[in-house]
């Protein structure tokens, strides 16, 4: 029978550690530079299996960026070495879908759509790198099994059933060792106190500016926004239908849905009034009393017709493929107006989610009838999808859908939100860049015309210029992930807090290292332990981050719905931990030194 000590070992070994275990074993042996209790002298890498590992990361994702180094330190610590590659939107996008990597530098999509929408659209190898990182996971669990339990679990309408259907689900990914959870992000919004009312969005880039005031000076207000990637560089073709250029806080100026997505995960009235959900048959229906009086920004109004042109276009059989990354394109079956000029949706089967998704910011929105080409009525061939030449359906794994359809986009972008288009001055020298974007409150807006008379987005080539912007009083904002680094916050915060005001949201979403299954090294789940654990997020998060971000070890925030579980063994850093798992010289020693 083994002794206690190498039957910790051996628990070690198998990646199932207890706490306790890991305490007592610590207390054996803890690594030093003088050798450890039992006079063993520290590891080294000359001790570790030489291995290399492919590592992508965003351009422009300036927090990515700025770990890139210590991360590479920390697992050269235990012999395996990376290879690097900081590629655009676009190469990063193919080499994510051709799974062309072992360690991808991913985000958790945060507050609405973790963890279910994020978690579904593993399903598209273009949407997520969580597609092919599935790949090879540990017998029974295949990436088809867990894709059904995400589906399924989905489809239920009990609390207790549905909260007992993730805890499994997360339990799953979490002992297959495929996230390395690095830090939860919070945004930060740095304002000038010439302004109050300024609250962090209920999502990520969604920058509610409806309720801010102003204190004194103009009432035009100019804004660096933080987008997905990174500082401001367009707006793109203000299409709420489809994606990427497209940016989500403009849809959140512009346009609304029938609900919306508020505080704590609450669903709120917008274009609709109250709603009444039913079972139905197999399904559900939905009934939404429509919102009345409220008019587009070009004086049209909004009606229960209005409602179901848009949804002709964004559910169109050929369109709606490109948006499967969620469930609900999938699941409605039918949507019509009723006698009463009531909105009805009908779902083929139940589903939880349904509200919460009629929440986001695209691309289930409403533009007036009057922004469709020839009326609305040719979903086929006069499409408001975006045309190809203007991004489209996005990377080329989607150019088949052209065959079925013809994008034509949207006449302008007109909707019913608080700030309405202006006007915008683009960059000659590419015709690309956006240099400024102005938009006007919307005065007829139902909610109440927003104190904010103008609203001007800012285009500045780096996050120094930003800084000074907004000490010369060129610029009133600079909100969320992108516009400043981390230590530009912080002065702001500590150096300029007589002129600025700094604030913070809660978490949103989880930075996250994706390591692939079903490529070596990482297709070994020793190996993908040894990396986790040989990570030390705590002082990159503290010097690169100065307590702006947060250090996380599971996938989801606990904020978000159904993931405020405790998972174990927990993914923190261990350097001991991760040498037994990829440094057999030093695990010989280590088995040499127990006494039998």
Request: hydrophobic share 40%; aromatic share 10%.
């Amino acid at each position: 029978m083994p002794t206690p000590r190498l039957a910790s070992l051996l628990l070690l070994l198998a990646g199932s550690l207890l706490p306790a275990d890991a305490d007592t074993l610590e207390e054996e042996s803890a690594i030093t530079g003088s050798g450890g209790g039992l006079g063993i002298p520290a590891f080294s890498p000359d001790d570790c299996r030489p291995l290399s590992v492919d590592f992508i990361v965003k351009e422009g994702d300036p927090h990515a960026s700025a770990v890139v180094d210590e991360i590479t330190r920390d697992l050269a610590a235990i012999g395996i070495s990376v290879n690097t590659s900081e590629v655009d939107r676009e190469m990063w996008g193919e080499l994510m879908s051709q799974g062309a990597f072992n360690m991808f530098m991913s985000k958790t999509w945060g507050a609405p759509y973790d963890p279910h929408s994020y978690a579904t659209s593993w399903r598209q190898a273009t949407a997520n790198a969580h597609h092919v990182a599935l790949e090879n996971l540990t017998a029974p669990l295949t990436r088809e099994s867990l894709m059904s339990k995400i589906e399924a679990v989905q489809k239920e309408l009990d609390q207790s059933k549905i909260a007992k259907g993730w805890g499994e689900i997360l339990r799953d990914v979490h002992g297959e060792a495929f996230n390395v959870p690095l830090w939860g992000e919070r945004a930060p919004y740095v304002f000038n106190r010439r302004l109050t009312g300024v609250l962090p969005g209920n999502q990520l880039w969604a920058y509610d500016l409806n309720d801010v005031r102003i204190l004194s000076g103009s009432a035009n207000v100019t804004v660096a926004p933080g987008t997905t990637n990174g500082l401001f560089q367009s707006v793109g073709p203000l299409n709420p239908h489809l994606y990427f250029p497209n940016e989500l806080f403009v849809n959140n100026w512009i346009y609304e849905g029938l609900v919306r997505y508020g505080k704590d995960g609450a669903i709120e009235p917008a274009l609709a009034t109250e709603w009444e959900v039913t079972n139905n048959g197999d399904g559900q229906r939905a009934v939404f009393t429509l919102r009345e009086g409220v008019k587009f920004h070009d004086g049209s109004s909004w009606n229960c017709s209005v409602a179901k042109l848009n949804f002709d276009h964004v559910l169109n059989p050929t369109v709606k493929e490109r948006h499967l990354w969620y469930g609900l394109p999938e699941i409605i079956s039918s949507w019509s107006c009723d006698a009463e000029g009531r909105f009805v949706i009908e779902t083929s089967a139940p589903y939880y989610p349904l509200l919460q998704e009629l929440g986001y910011l695209r691309p289930l929105v409403m533009t007036a009838a009057s922004a469709f080409a020839e009326g609305g009525t040719k979903t086929d061939t006069h499409n408001s999808c975006t045309p190809q030449s203007e991004g489209g359906f996005g990377p080329e794994k989607w150019n088949h859908l052209y065959e079925n359809v013809t994008c034509v986009g949207l006449k302008a972008p007109i909707g019913t939100g608080p700030f309405k288009f202006v006007s915008k001055e683009v960059d000659p020298a590419d015709n690309t860049t956006d240099l400024s974007v102005l938009f006007a409150r919307n005065e007829a807006y139902w909610g109440g015309a927003p104190a904010i008379e103008f609203l001007e987005v800012k285009y500045f080539n780096d996050t120094d210029a930003v800084e000074a912007a907004l000490l010369s009083g060129d610029l009133d904002m600079a909100l969320g992930i992108g516009p400043l680094t981390s230590s530009q916050v912080r002065n702001f915060e500590t150096k300029h807090s007589g002129t600025f005001e700094t604030i913070r949201s809660d978490v949103f979403q989880n930075t996250v290292i994706v390591l692939n299954t079903g490529m070596a090294p990482t297709d070994d789940i020793n190996v993908r332990k040894a990396i986790i654990h040989a990570i030390n997020k705590a002082p990159m998060v503290e010097e690169e981050f100065f307590g702006l971000n947060q250090v996380v070890s599971q996938l989801f925030p606990k904020s978000a719905p159904f993931s405020d579980i405790n998972l174990f063994p927990q993914w923190d850093y261990d350097l001991e931990k991760a040498a037994l798992l990829n440094c057999p010289g030093y695990l010989e020693r280590r088995l040499a030194a127990i006494p039998w």
